[in-house]
C-alpha cells in the first residue's frame, strides 16, 4: 500500500511563502507522475503543478512563476514551493502519484489559509 503524507501547509499573509512537502512510502522515481492538486471550498479539485519521472514539470496557470514543484529522490519526497502567496491560493492541498499502470494514489491533504 502506497502512503503519501503531506506537511507544511498553515496560515500565512498575502505575499508570504510556504513550502509543501510530500513524502511517499517507495521510491518516487517508481511512479509516472506526481503533483499537486488543490480544492478550495464549494470548488472542484484542480491541478496544481505535476513533475513526470523523466523531469517535466506543468503548472496551472495561475501559479505560474510563483510556484515550483521539485523532489529530492533520496528522501522520496516531493515538494511544492509556493511564492507571493494570494487569498484565492487558499484551499486544501493534496499529493498524487500514479504509477505506470494507471494506478493514482492521494494523500490527506494539507490546508493552506492565505490570510491578513
Known amino acids: 500500500q502506497v502512503q503519501l503524507v503531506e506537511s507544511g501547509g498553515g496560515l500565512v499573509q498575502p505575499g508570504g511563502s510556504l513550502r509543501l512537502s510530500c513524502a511517499a512510502s517507495?521510491?518516487?522515481?517508481?511512479?509516472?507522475?506526481m503533483g499537486w492538486y488543490r480544492q478550495a471550498p464549494g470548488k472542484g479539485r484542480e491541478l496544481v503543478a505535476s513533475?513526470?519521472?523523466?523531469?517535466?514539470?506543468n503548472y496551472v496557470e495561475s501559479v505560474k512563476g510563483r510556484f515550483t514543484i521539485s523532489r529530492d529522490g533520496a528522501k522520496n519526497t516531493v515538494y511544492l514551493q509556493m511564492n507571493s502567496l494570494k487569498p484565492e491560493d487558499t484551499a486544501l492541498y493534496y499529493c498524487?502519484?500514479?504509477?505506470?499502470?494507471?494506478?493514482?494514489?492521494w494523500g490527506q491533504g494539507t490546508q493552506i489559509t492565505v490570510s491578513s
Open positions: 498524487r502519484a500514479e504509477d505506470g499502470y494507471g494506478r493514482s494514489y
Open positions: 517507495r521510491n518516487i522515481f517508481s511512479f509516472y507522475i
Open positions: 513533475l513526470t519521472t523523466g523531469g517535466t514539470t
